[in-house]
């Protein structure tokens, strides 16, 4: 027959017996955190995007206003909505999307991460370049920027027109009256 002494040292078994109590005592306070962590916090923002379209068909000033909306959740993840319209009145696109915050290769093309304190970003991988936009969040209030990169070896940012999903490739591409709210 098999002690308990026989499978570890005395003083092992203290420990473990502290460790098993810190456990418990953790699991009788978490429901409370896990309360607050279910709380949701639903971030707004827009701007308005301005690129030059070098081909097909050049035009000097692509222009569309962006919106979304996203809720956060204490599970972990996203609930992003997104609407995009041509500023000369044209088509509108909505898209709305869960992903789980930092996600993966497998969600797709983008991906929401938390970049440090108060801060999340959402990178969008295209062929030739990435666009990060930073969401910054202080108190009740955020900040609101995007970064259009081009990858090594590219001078265009190849993306799909949003009226036809037809390639096209771009240059000088700018985020211009980047705002957001925190509800």
Known sequence: MIK??????????????FLTGLVFAAMVAAPPVMAEAQDET?????????????????????????????????KNQIDETWERANARGGKTVRAQRVRALGGSEDEGRSRWQVAGPNKLTRTVEYPQSRTVMTVAITDKSCQLS??????????????????????????????????????
């Open 4 to 17: 308990r002494n026989d499978i570890a040292p005395p003083g092992l078994s203290n420990v473990l017996a």
């Open 42 to 74: 639903i971030i707004e923002g827009s701007y308005d995007y301005t690129a030059a379209r070098v081909r097909p068909e050049p035009n000097p000033a692509v222009r569309t206003h962006q919106s979304f909306r996203v809720v956060l959740s204490g």
């Open 146 to 183: 995007i970064a259009y990169q081009l990858k090594p070896g590219f001078s265009e940012f190849k993306q799909r027109q949003r009226v036809n999903r037809a390639w096209a490739y771009y240059v000088n591409p700018r985020a211009e009256n980047a705002s957001c709210s925190i509800k």
